[in-house]
């Protein structure tokens, strides 16, 4: 069956442009709950009247629970309905919000913030509602407005997040989040049409099971590190837990005739390599994430550049505008010459602006610039991996495809808070009895972010020129909801 014939039998006929601006409304949501809590973030332990190794377990689980739901949650897309599986997870975000929004101690808020990491599944499962519901002229500038939500949501959020810390109690974050929760399901239910495509089968529990432990392993010990020390017994023990699991959960999946991931065809060259560039560019967009925040709020005497957290924010924001004003442009341009193209594009766009900040005695302008123009590249870069990840795999794939391929750039963007919060903490220098980072710190960071953004190019370079898929599903139709 070919996607026109699928959208031919959906159960009521799609408004394209309402579809797209409720998909991008809700990977945006789901993406704000990553940078909702940078605001107070030192703050928590007081706030909160738990240890500073407590309150870490804030962040963190919404990032374990993302990593891990994401390709889990594309793979129920693909079985159960992409839409069904999508008011699940924004339901489970919404209970979060409400949990954390009532929370006074750091357990309940621990458990909220893990529900609210569910959230980030609502973009793949997007990008592959849109590859089912659109025609393949809209498709391109669609995929790249939802994939850009990644990290316009963060961007843009973030000084919305910083104004009401500023001026109201810190739950309001989480009522405001609960808000935006209600009304992405309310619109989705509205405007987006029930899937007719999907698979079928049991749904592989050890092998969801095998990956969550896994994941886990990997990623605690890679978050974790800098805390707990990368030779310590629970670094070493999480990774190569982790590494090992993964390796038997691999095997395993290899020899399911309904695998969790298709691992031959996550092994095919287009599909493969678009993810090592994915893990690439994750890298690169997360090193500025954490280096440029820091070097703008840091007082003058200490070699930052002295703003407030709000404005520090309204300086960072232009970015996340830049991803989604590249969605048109993005669109046009992979009409006409493909993504791979575009990919590489975009990950010299990013190594241009990381080269001016290595050689550049930055500024706030030069910032905002630098940042400006990151964003631009991270906009072309994401709006083409969903479309290489999708000409290469089967239409009743996409989902579990596209999971897996978020879950690449949220492993770039955990390995490059990892490093870069260890090279900025092992060259801090003390100023006024303050432990500040120094400016060799914030150099070495960058250069990191350019080596990762070369990298990106490089990989994207060799991505091979996908092979006919063959359209083998069973469809199904899905009731309406």
């Known amino acids: 069956m070919t996607p026109d014939t699928n959208r031919s039998k959906l159960t009521k006929q799609p408004r394209p442009g309402a579809v797209i601006a409720v998909l991008a409304f809700a990977g945006m949501g789901a993406s704000f709950m990553q940078t909702i809590l940078i605001p107070i973030q030192a703050e928590l332990p007081d706030l909160l009247g738990a240890a500073r190794e407590e309150t870490a377990w804030v962040i963190t689980i919404t990032l374990l629970v993302s990593a891990i739901c994401t390709p889990i949650s594309g793979k129920l897309g693909d079985m159960y309905g992409k839409r069904r599986i999508a008011l699940v997870l924004l339901s489970l975000l919404v209970a979060g919000s409400v949990i954390a929004a009532l929370s006074t101690s750091v357990g309940p808020l621990i458990v909220g913030r893990g529900l609210q990491g569910t959230g980030m599944g609502v973009i793949p499962l997007g990008i592959s509602i849109l590859r089912d519901v659109l025609h393949k002229d809209r498709l391109g500038s669609a995929i790249a407005l939802v994939s850009a939500t990644l990290g316009v949501g963060g961007a843009i959020g973030l000084p919305i997040s910083a104004f009401i810390t500023e001026n109201y109690d810190w739950h309001v974050l989480f009522w405001v989040a609960a808000g935006i929760g209600v009304v992405s399901i309310l619109l989705y239910i509205w405007i987006v049409p029930p899937s007719t495509l999907r698979t079928g089968g049991a749904f592989d529990f050890l092998g969801a099971m095998g990956l969550a432990v896994g994941l886990v392993g990997v990623l605690l010990g890679v978050s974790r590190g800098n805390d707990w020390g990368w030779l310590s017994a629970p670094t070493l023990i999480s990774l190569i837990g982790g590494i090992v699991v993964l390796l038997v959960w691999g095997v395993y999946q290899l020899r399911r005739n309904n695998p969790l991931v298709d691992l031959r065809v996550s092994a095919r060259g287009p599909v493969l390599m ?165 400016a060799t710190g914030f150099h070495l960071a960058l250069v990191f972010g350019l080596v990762a953004a070369a990298v990106c190019a490089a990989v994207a370079a060799f991505i091979p020129r996908p092979r006919t898929i063959p359209e083998e599903h069973v469809s199904l139709p899905e009731s309406a909801l």
């Open 274 to 438: 678009t993810n090592l560039a994915s893990i690439a560019m994750g890298f690169a967009l997360f090193s500025s994430s954490i280096v440029f925040p820091q070097l703008l709020v840091l007082p003058t005497e200490t070699g930052g550049l002295g703003l407030s957290l709000l404005s520090a924010s309204f300086v960072l924001m232009p970015s996340g505008l830049a991803m989604l004003a590249m969605s048109p442009v993005a669109g046009r341009l992979q009409r006409r010459s493909g993504p791979k193209p575009l990919l590489v594009a975009g990950a010299i766009i990013i190594a241009a602006a990381y080269c001016v900040a290595v050689f550049v005695d930055l500024e706030v302008t030069h910032v905002l610039l630098i940042n400006l123009v990151i964003g631009v590249g991270i906009g072309l870069g994401y709006a083409a991996m969903p479309a290489l990840i999708m000409g290469a795999v089967p239409s009743t794939e996409t989902g579990a495809a596209n999971g897996l391929n978020t879950l690449m750039r949220a492993l770039g963007t955990s390995f490059a808070a990892a490093i870069i919060a260890a090279i900025l903490a092992q060259s801090a220098v003390t100023i006024g009895g303050v432990s500040v980072p120094s």
